[in-house]
């Protein structure tokens, strides 16, 4: 069995090799894709998806189309077939355990310096952030119930079932911790 350090690239070159495997994109339509609702787990910066693209032509699992719309030059990626074998090599090694930041976490934790009252603002707001999000993704859940054909769909769906659950959870929090909070105002 291969892990994760079996791998030579980050989970962001992996990221981006996965996103040109429906087809060739630019550098913009890659962070434009992933700034969509749907990709809300996977994020990345203009400063890092062009130095990637870079470092995977030079490897040869992309390779450089130049194309001409509208009068301006535009430069799109495409995925070579040895970058389809090394996303499938990434593909099949199970995921590694994902660190994560959460400020409100580091605000509460050293947040007695600013007071109780403070820190359940801080959870008040992140509670309504949450409830937004929830609805929102109620109605993507939706729309792909709708639209929804084949296997891609239904996997797109898990996806944003797993953030609809994890945004209800993150919603039982907020409300128990501000009820822990509210015993030392």
């Not at 996965?18 to 996977?42: D, H, N, P, R, T």
Request: net charge negative.
């Amino acid at each position: 069995m291969t892990n994760a350090s079996d791998h030579p690239f980050s989970q962001s070159t992996y990221g981006i090799l996965a996103i040109l495997s429906e087809g060739a994109k630019s550098g913009y339509e890659i962070k434009k894709f992933l700034s969509g609702q749907e990709l809300f787990y996977w994020r990345e910066s203009f400063g890092n998806i062009y130095p990637i693209l870079k470092k995977l032509k030079a490897q040869g699992l992309v390779r450089q189309i130049d194309a001409d719309i509208r009068k301006k030059r535009r430069i799109y990626y495409e995925i070579t077939e040895d970058g389809h074998a090394e996303l499938r090599r990434w593909l099949t090694t199970p995921p590694a355990l994902t660190r994560f930041r959460v400020e409100l976490l580091m605000k509460l934790r050293f947040g007695e310096i600013s007071g109780v009252e403070n820190m359940i603002s801080n959870i008040e707001h992140y509670r309504e952030l949450n409830i937004a999000e929830i609805d929102e993704c109620r109605e993507l859940i939706e729309s792909m119930k709708e639209n929804g054909e084949g296997l891609t769909d239904e996997v797109r769906a898990i996806a944003a079932l797993y953030l609809l659950r994890f945004k209800q959870a993150m919603n039982d929090w907020c409300t128990e911790s501000i009820e822990i909070l509210d015993r030392w105002s």
